[in-house]
């Protein structure tokens, strides 16, 4: 690889399986993953302590906790800590996947996880998924990735992976609705950039879509290291 930290960027809406997929590539092409969506979950989690309203947050609600963050690397991924220990559980809750939008939608905490994912990559090749990463955070990425898939499927993966069985057809519907809600709030940081590879997901297993991303990073890299005479 190049001696310059090359980036995956990997965008797409809530529930396309941008992070456990991110997680796979990383662990194929033996490098990091950073989830920048875990770090605007983390700034929800502690907002939710100081305001449990989301809708009256303000950049002081979402930033008041982000000095009690930081990001440290496992074997694979960076890991986001909350008063330096790790809590999924807390970051997956249903009241932060709630919250999360609002929080997303203030420039300033914005700001703040896209200075912490850029941070994380300076010195290591990595992939990012999250919002805004081929867009705003790397405009330059190596390779950018957009991911989609029908809104039913998206919510039956959620589904699935949340309650460790097949969902009835009546809670993917209840679920889907959250979805598409969802969407319509995220929107503008769910922006496609235009140099960016649209993988629609919808009909694929995530093996599939992993070998995919893989193969493209694998020539994108290639091309770079030519790119770069090394």
Not at 76 to 83: Q, S
Not at 210 to 215: E, F, Q
């Amino acid at each position: 690889m190049s001696a310059r930290p090359l980036v995956i960027a990997i965008d797409g809406p809530a529930a396309s399986g941008k992070s456990s997929t991110a997680q796979w590539v990383a662990r194929q092409l033996g490098i990091h993953h950073v989830d920048s969506g875990a770090l605007y979950r983390a700034l929800t989690a502690l907002a939710l302590e100081r305001n449990a309203d989301p809708v009256s947050w303000t950049a002081v609600d979402a930033l008041a906790g982000s000095g009690r963050i930081t990001m440290t690397p496992g074997e694979r991924t960076f890991i986001p800590l909350v008063d330096g220990v790790r809590d999924d559980d807390r970051l997956r809750a249903a009241d932060v996947t709630a919250g999360v939008s609002a929080v997303a939608r203030i420039a300033e905490a914005r700001t703040w996880v896209n200075e912490q994912v850029r941070a994380a990559a300076r010195t290591t090749t990595v992939v990012v998924d999250g919002r805004d990463i081929g867009t705003a955070v790397f405009p330059d990425a190596t390779l950018k990735i957009f991911l989609v898939a029908d809104p039913w499927e998206r919510a039956r993966r959620r589904l699935r992976q949340r309650l460790g069985r097949a969902p009835a057809d009546n809670e993917i519907a209840k679920e889907t609705e959250l979805l598409v809600r969802r969407d319509a709030a995220d929107q503008m940081q769910t922006v496609q950039a235009r140099d960016s590879i649209l993988l629609d997901t919808t009909y694929l297993t995530q093996a599939d879509q992993v070998s995919r991303i893989v193969a493209l990073a694998r020539a994108a890299f290639g091309h770079a290291k030519d790119a770069d005479g090394s």
